[in-house]
């Protein structure tokens, strides 16, 4: 009867090891989740910093870029109120 006694401390054991391991593994996975929530918002954060430098040039200054970028294409763009 030595191995059945020995086969009931091995389960015992292992059921035990189980049950650590599937909390680690909940723990883990907790952590995971935060820390993937934490990454959205940290780079949510970064485009909407992102967008709010972008809307700083008013509209004047966009049309300058605009144009600064085809000042060398051959012909015009539609001149502005006031331009020749």
């Known amino acids: 009867?030595?191995?059945d006694s020995q086969?009931?401390?091995n389960i015992r054991?292992?059921?035990?090891?189980c049950r650590r391991l599937e909390d680690e593994n909940q723990r883990l996975r907790a952590l995971l989740t935060e820390t993937a929530l934490l990454f959205l918002l940290h780079r949510q954060s970064e485009q909407l910093q992102t967008a709010a430098a972008r809307s700083t040039l008013k509209t004047a200054q966009k049309i300058a870029l605009f144009?600064?970028?085809f000042h060398r294409r051959e012909g015009r763009i539609r001149p502005a109120v006031g331009e020749p």
């Not at 054991?13 to 090891?17: I, N, Q, Y």
């Open 13 to 17: 054991a292992l059921s035990e090891k």
């Open 1 to 3: 009867m030595k191995g």
């Open 7 to 9: 086969a009931g401390v």
């Open 67 to 69: 144009r600064s970028l």
